[in-house]
């Protein structure tokens, strides 16, 4: 089975940074895309960054560009999101996912996807 889990949340001054994992196991990460979603009480889930290991596909959501970086490392089957410049507004439970490949970053944000993994909960104060 694709079981993810996301780990690394946490409380953080607006301006600060956290580092998220995504730790997959029953899968091999080269052979997925794997995307990180938030979804913010009363708000709509978004997708954030999604990345394709194995050509380097790396797509990010408007409201993170230039913050949020997202990386792996494929001897670990671990993705990384790296959040810089933390707003207020990126509070939210963060959430990975998995979709075999080939896989398109616009239908995993419809929910077009294999498996999810448990959220990882940050909270940036103002």
């Known amino acids: 089975d694709v079981q993810l889990q996301a780990s690394g949340g946490g409380l953080v001054q607006a301006g600060g940074s956290l580092r998220l994992s995504c730790a997959g196991s029953g899968f091999d990460l080269e052979d997925y895309a794997i995307g990180w979603f938030r979804q913010a009480p009363g708000k709509e889930r978004e997708g954030v960054p999604y990345i394709i290991t194995s050509d380097g596909t790396i797509e990010y959501a408007n409201s993170v560009k230039g913050r949020f970086t997202i990386s792996s490392d494929n001897a670990k089957n671990t993705v990384y999101l790296q959040m810089n410049s933390l707003k207020p507004e990126d509070t939210g439970v963060y959430y990975c996912?998995?979709?075999?490949?080939?896989?398109?970053?616009?239908?995993?944000?419809?929910?077009?996807?294999?498996?999810w993994g448990r959220g990882t909960a940050v909270t940036v104060s103002s």
């Open positions: 996912a998995a979709d075999p490949l080939p896989s398109r970053w616009s239908l995993m944000q419809q929910g077009y996807l294999e498996a």
